[in-house]
């Protein structure tokens, strides 16, 4: 569907509220290529999966999804014969140790969530591969249960540094006179004694560096030098033995990488899906019936970003008539009812539960399209009259009988008999393509004109002309008032004004008022 349509009916705010509900780099993605499909097929299977993911939010348990933000780049990786770190591997171990739990979580809801559960059958946890990461790595280092002989060398290392640490301490005995301070410290990993310089020659052994006033000399004794070449024999045998144990542990990782690239994919989808029903649960959100002709049926359907507070609509296009003509004041809600049907049209198209309730219906429409507002005319340099009819034009180029279209104040913005009569001409073609059409305006001539043709009916916003105030209720087969005079009464425009305008219209114009009948 086209971008600028969605766009008009606020769709890229939805949009960016489903992003913000996903964990994953990869659920993400899915959120943000995600559009609305025209294929009933798709829809019917994103709706059922939103709703068995909404089912098992609603039941209290807490979905073992994975945030483990880094583990996409590893995987890509994977196939390129890389020896990975201690890191790298503990974070694959512990992102396999969410697959094999979200796989297990799903299993054990098959009854309440029958389609979704069967994708974690997909799902492989590499158990094998698991348990050795599990074993050998932990805390971002290996452990001694990695193997026997990294064990025995890391004894080795201990024994080596209890050796070095009693003989510094001897030699902090025996060489007090001569030292700066009674302490160790390390250099270059040697350990080292604080000597005066002019005491260099009292203390055998190598100089590691000097302090900033150049009087004390950080010496590694001869014999504290010997132990720690052992210790370093044993450092290298234990990088070897490292270098060893992850090599055969990355190679492992390597042999799964089509396992573990489709786990990521399963994860990703997972996270999109209950992104999608998270979504739906801010608004208390309902599956919809599913027609499989063009029709729209909204049972005290409410729009998604308006709060609670707003007010519930009923309305029903493409049953008894497919056009409906919108009339009422300004601020009414008349516009607020169009982009609440366009809107929830394509949330439905993307497998999102609407805040509606039961009985309401939808069919898939190949084309939802909307002249809502002028905001196309700026960017294109456009009068607003110009950004209508090249909306309108790029409408008729694909409307036919699976497309709904919204049409916000027909006639709007050029001559009113010439924008009166190509506003006819227009409902006319889209009625012989059969096309649904929803559109408001404040012309007696349209209002007319769905009072007289089959196929099309009026409806207005309910007013209360004793307070001036909008009831925001849609009211089907009538036609409404624009309540100008009214209106410019309670906002305080001179009476004598209003009078007179009143006395032109009574003079010069026929209306078509509330009192009668479609």
Same mark, same amino acid.
């Given at each position: 569907m086209n971008e600028m349509n969605l766009k008009r009916l606020e769709y890229n705010i939805i949009k960016e509220k489903l992003i913000a509900f996903t964990v994953s780099s990869g659920g993400r993605k899915l959120a943000e290529q995600h559009k609305p499909s025209s294929q009933e097929t798709e829809v019917r299977e994103w709706l059922v999966e939103t709703e068995e993911a909404a089912n098992l939010l609603a039941s209290g348990t807490s979905v073992p999804l994975s945030v483990m933000e880094g583990i996409e780049p590893f995987l890509a990786q994977l196939g390129k014969g890389r020896?990975?770190?201690?890191?790298?591997?503990?974070?694959?171990?512990?992102?396999?140790?969410?697959?094999?739990?979200?796989?297990?979580?799903?299993?054990?809801?098959?009854?309440?969530?029958?389609?979704?559960?069967?994708?974690a059958d997909e799902m492989n946890g590499c158990p094998d591969l698991r348990e050795q990461l599990e074993r050998c790595i932990r805390h971002g280092a290996l452990t001694d249960q990695a193997s026997a002989k990294l064990a025995d060398v890391r004894r080795h290392i201990l024994q080596a540094e209890g050796k070095i640490e009693r003989k510094v301490?001897?030699?902090l005995g025996r060489y007090k006179s001569a030292l700066q301070e009674h302490l160790v410290s390390r250099r270059n990993g040697h350990y080292v004694l604080p000597v005066k310089r002019e005491h260099r020659k009292q203390v055998p052994g190598t100089v590691w560096g000097e302090s900033a006033s150049g009087q004390t000399l950080f010496i590694e004794p001869t014999d504290v030098a010997e132990l720690h070449s052992e210790w370093q024999m044993w450092k290298g045998e234990e990088e070897r033995e490292r270098m060893i144990l992850l090599s055969e542990l990355s190679e492992q990782a390597?042999?799964?990488?089509?396992?573990?690239?489709?786990?990521l994919e399963v994860m990703a989808a997972f996270d999109f899906i209950f992104a999608r029903a998270k979504l739906s649960r801010t608004w208390d959100g309902i599956t919809v019936r599913l027609s499989t002709h063009p029709v729209i049926k909204l049972v005290n359907a409410k729009h998604p970003l308006l709060g609670k507070e707003c007010k519930p609509l009923n309305v029903s296009i493409g049953q008894e008539w497919r056009q409906l003509i919108i009339t009422g004041p300004n601020t009414g809600g008349k516009t607020i009812t169009l982009k609440t049907v366009g809107l929830l049209a394509v949330m439905v198209q993307s497998g999102?539960?609407?805040p509606a309730?039961?009985?309401?219906?939808?069919?898939?429409?190949?084309?939802?399209?909307?002249?809502?507002?002028?905001?196309?005319?700026?960017?294109?340099?456009?009068?607003t009259f110009s950004a209508h009819m090249a909306n309108l034009k790029e409408m008729l180029d694909v409307a036919g009988g699976r497309s709904l279209l919204l049409l916000d104040e027909l006639a709007a913005g050029t001559d009113p008999g010439e924008g009166i009569a190509l506003s006819i001409a227009l409902l006319e073609e889209l009625l012989e393509r059969r096309a649904l059409v929803a559109a408001t305006t404040h012309f007696n001539e349209i209002k007319r004109y769905a009072a007289d043709t089959a196929g099309c009916t009026n409806a207005r916003m309910a007013f209360d002309p004793e307070t001036l105030y909008p009831l925001y209720r849609l009211e089907i087969g009538e036609a409404?008032?624009?309540? &100008?005079?009214?209106?410019?009464?309670?906002?305080?425009?001179?009476?004598?004004?209003?009078?007179?305008?009143?006395?032109?219209?009574? &003079?010069?114009?026929v209306n078509i008022s509330s009192s009668e009948r479609a």
């Amino acid at each position: 569907m086209n971008e600028m349509n969605l766009k008009r009916l606020e769709y890229n705010i939805i949009k960016e509220k489903l992003i913000a509900f996903t964990v994953s780099s990869g659920g993400r993605k899915l959120a943000e290529q995600h559009k609305p499909s025209s294929q009933e097929t798709e829809v019917r299977e994103w709706l059922v999966e939103t709703e068995e993911a909404a089912n098992l939010l609603a039941s209290g348990t807490s979905v073992p999804l994975s945030v483990m933000e880094g583990i996409e780049p590893f995987l890509a990786q994977l196939g390129k014969g890389r020896i990975y770190n201690e890191q790298e591997l503990g974070l694959l171990g512990s992102w396999l140790a969410s697959v094999s739990h979200m796989k297990q979580y799903m299993d054990a809801k098959r009854e309440i969530a029958p389609k979704i559960s069967g994708y974690a059958d997909e799902m492989n946890g590499c158990p094998d591969l698991r348990e050795q990461l599990e074993r050998c790595i932990r805390h971002g280092a290996l452990t001694d249960q990695a193997s026997a002989k990294l064990a025995d060398v890391r004894r080795h290392i201990l024994q080596a540094e209890g050796k070095i640490e009693r003989k510094v301490n001897q030699t902090l005995g025996r060489y007090k006179s001569a030292l700066q301070e009674h302490l160790v410290s390390r250099r270059n990993g040697h350990y080292v004694l604080p000597v005066k310089r002019e005491h260099r020659k009292q203390v055998p052994g190598t100089v590691w560096g000097e302090s900033a006033s150049g009087q004390t000399l950080f010496i590694e004794p001869t014999d504290v030098a010997e132990l720690h070449s052992e210790w370093q024999m044993w450092k290298g045998e234990e990088e070897r033995e490292r270098m060893i144990l992850l090599s055969e542990l990355s190679e492992q990782a390597e042999s799964q990488a089509t396992k573990l690239m489709w786990n990521l994919e399963v994860m990703a989808a997972f996270d999109f899906i209950f992104a999608r029903a998270k979504l739906s649960r801010t608004w208390d959100g309902i599956t919809v019936r599913l027609s499989t002709h063009p029709v729209i049926k909204l049972v005290n359907a409410k729009h998604p970003l308006l709060g609670k507070e707003c007010k519930p609509l009923n309305v029903s296009i493409g049953q008894e008539w497919r056009q409906l003509i919108i009339t009422g004041p300004n601020t009414g809600g008349k516009t607020i009812t169009l982009k609440t049907v366009g809107l929830l049209a394509v949330m439905v198209q993307s497998g999102l539960l609407i805040p509606a309730e039961t009985g309401t219906t939808f069919g898939v429409f190949e084309h939802v399209l909307a002249d809502v507002g002028d905001g196309q005319s700026i960017e294109r340099s456009l009068s607003t009259f110009s950004a209508h009819m090249a909306n309108l034009k790029e409408m008729l180029d694909v409307a036919g009988g699976r497309s709904l279209l919204l049409l916000d104040e027909l006639a709007a913005g050029t001559d009113p008999g010439e924008g009166i009569a190509l506003s006819i001409a227009l409902l006319e073609e889209l009625l012989e393509r059969r096309a649904l059409v929803a559109a408001t305006t404040h012309f007696n001539e349209i209002k007319r004109y769905a009072a007289d043709t089959a196929g099309c009916t009026n409806a207005r916003m309910a007013f209360d002309p004793e307070t001036l105030y909008p009831l925001y209720r849609l009211e089907i087969g009538e036609a409404g008032d624009s309540y &100008a005079f009214a209106i410019a009464r309670r906002f305080g425009l001179p009476e004598q004004v209003v009078q007179r305008a009143e006395m032109r219209a009574a &003079a010069g114009q026929v209306n078509i008022s509330s009192s009668e009948r479609a």
